[in-house]
């Protein structure tokens, strides 16, 4: 049978887009409404002969959560539901990934189970949710929460990148550039005031000297750099590695603050969906701690757990590490006192990111002029060592 795509209207006002099979368009607008969905279009979907090699996996991922809970919660099955979703996403590998959920699910496996299969794409997270919601009978509410935390993860990171861009950009048109001035022009136009022969002033024979090397043993310069750079990468992969990268980073002076920020709001995210969705506070710790990305971090938090099971609050038990702020510590502290952690938690986590936020572009607005002055000395040490060879060059004449 043919694919049609369609546009229908749930219930709840919502807009729900898809791909089934069906006999004609006609039939698929009469399963929509048996649904009860009000078609919009409905229309023979194109083949697509190539799908998206380069698409972030992440964000088809997320864009898988957020279909699937739109479809249970318009009422389809959960095998249908899936297999919808999976001819929706653009990766040829989380289309796998959900064909192969699907036929778990067929087989009378639970969601959370079948996604925990595949922990390369799913998170501990998401499992952790779904299987919440399973077990409450609350599957759609917990899927609608898991899609609009992971929407934000992406917001939040993309944020993040797109800040890091311009110093990036500014960092290699200078680097470039000085690489041209000092390899390329200053060995020309010194070469043709030593066929005059004039003297060439200290500056620049220190430059030609290093210009001379970087072309001599250019080959092992980057064998070097690419070696380092591979033992750098293969320390950090190692579980000792990461951990010692990790509070090392928390503890710099201001790559630690906007790390611990990051942190919190991960942490304060993830626990106030985990406990919105009826996870009690241990289990939910513990899938939390895994998902924040930083050993440090998630060894402080198992930490704080094994002290929660002994009796002691939440707050004074993340409070004995270094690697939370004092007003995200604060906020849980009173979201505890007051019976309203999960919303505490997640106005801390707010309030983390909006920190962390202004602490990036406070960092950026700091690290553009610092680039362009330091390219500047730079270029205007070579822009001397050239006019000192000039001057050089006409006394000599005179």
């Known amino acids: ?94 289309m796998t990934a959900l064909q192969q959920v699907r036929a778990q699910v067929q087989a009378g496996a639970a969601l959370a189970d079948a996604l925990a299969e595949q922990p390369r794409l799913f998170p501990p997270l998401a499992v952790g949710m779904i299987r919440a919601g399973e077990r409450g009978g609350t599957l759609a509410p917990a899927l609608d929460r898991l899609a609009e935390h992971l929407e934000g993860e992406e917001a939040l990171r993309s944020e993040l990148v797109a800040a890091m861009y311009y110093p990036m950009l500014v960092a290699i048109v200078g680097g470039v550039a000085m690489l041209v001035l000092v390899l390329y022009v200053l060995p020309r136009f010194v070469d043709v005031i030593g066929e ?11 430059l030609l000297h290093t ?13 070097g750099v690419i070696a380092a750079v591979a033992v750098g990468v293969s320390y950090r992969r190692s579980v000792m590695g990461r951990a010692k990268t990790d509070a090392f980073l928390l503890r710099l002076p201001v790559v ?42 998630t060894e402080q938090v198992l930490r704080a757990r094994q002290e929660v099971q002994a009796g002691v609050r939440l707050a004074p038990a993340l409070g004995r590490g270094h690697g939370f702020p004092y007003l995200f510590l604060q906020m849980v502290e009173v979201g505890e006192e ?25 960092l950026v607005r700091l690290v553009e002029p610092a680039l362009i002055v330091a390219f500047g000395a730079m270029a205007g040490f070579v822009a001397l060592s050239l006019l000192q060879a000039i001057y050089g060059f006409r006394v000599d004449l005179f």
Do not use: N
């Open 1 to 94: 049978m043919p694919d049609f795509a369609y546009r229908a209207v749930t219930d709840r006002g919502r807009i729900l887009r898809g791909v089934e099979q069906a006999g004609s368009a006609a039939v698929l607008e009469h399963q929509l409404s048996a649904r009860g969905l009000f078609p919009l279009e409905v229309s023979p979907r194109p083949e697509r002969t190539k799908r998206p090699r380069f698409r972030r996996k992440r964000a088809d991922v997320v864009e898988a959560f957020r279909y699937l809970a739109t479809l249970v919660d318009a009422g389809f099955p959960l095998d249908r539901a899936l297999e919808t979703v999976s001819r929706v996403v653009a990766r040829s590998d989380v």
């Open 196 to 206: 005059a022969g004039a003297a060439i002033p200290r500056t620049t024979a220190l």
């Open 211 to 223: 210009s001379a090397l970087v072309q001599q043993w250019w080959p092992l310069l980057v064998l």
């Open 338 to 362: 007051s019976g309203r952690l999960a919303e505490m938690l997640a106005r801390a986590a707010s309030a983390a990111e909006g920190e962390l936020r202004r602490g990036l572009e406070r």
């Open 256 to 297: 630690g603050p906007l790390r611990q920020r990051l942190v919190a709001a991960r942490l304060g995210r993830s626990l106030a969906t985990l406990l919105d969705s009826g996870m009690p506070i241990l289990p939910a710790l513990d899938i939390a701690a895994r998902a924040l990305g930083d050993c440090a971090a």
